[in-house]
Nanobody, 122 residues
Framework: QVQLVESGGGLVQAGGSLRLACAAS????????MGWFRQPPGKEREFAAR????????RYADFVKGRFTISRDNANNTVYLQMNSLKPEDTAVYYC???????????????WGQGTQVTVSS
């Protein structure tokens, strides 16, 4: 099992940046594919980015468009989401999640953090 705790959310002006971190417990972190999802107010949860076990196999949602970068540090059991050029429509609760399959489907992720709020003001 793995437990996930996100941090780094907050309030930022449009055009600004935030770096989200997700700390994982357990000694098997490097065996999990990791993903970031988000849930805007009043909307369904949606995929944002995912990364393979060794840092490859990266994939982003179309709305990222070169603005976000996912990375991981297996030595420190942490996955990151660097978000630049933030827009008001990026306002959402951001979740990290872990799975043992290479997928962007939320239902395939068995472990989730509690989420961190990102609010982008115009």
């Amino acid at each position: 099992q793995v437990q996930l705790v996100e941090s780094g959310g907050g309030l930022v002006q449009a055009g600004g940046s935030l770096r989200l971190a997700c700390a994982a417990s357990g000694r098997t972190f490097s065996s999990y594919y990791m993903g970031w999802f988000r849930q805007p107010p009043g909307k369904e949860r949606e995929f944002a980015a995912r990364i393979g076990t060794s840092g490859g196999s990266i994939r982003y949602a179309d709305f990222v468009k070169g603005r976000f970068t996912i990375s991981r540090d297996n030595a420190n059991n942490t996955v990151y989401l660097q978000m630049n050029s933030l827009k008001p429509e990026d306002t959402a609760v951001y979740y990290c999640a872990a799975t043992q399959s290479l997928t962007v489907v939320a239902q395939a992720y068995g472990y989730w953090g509690q989420g961190t709020q990102v609010t982008v003001s115009s």
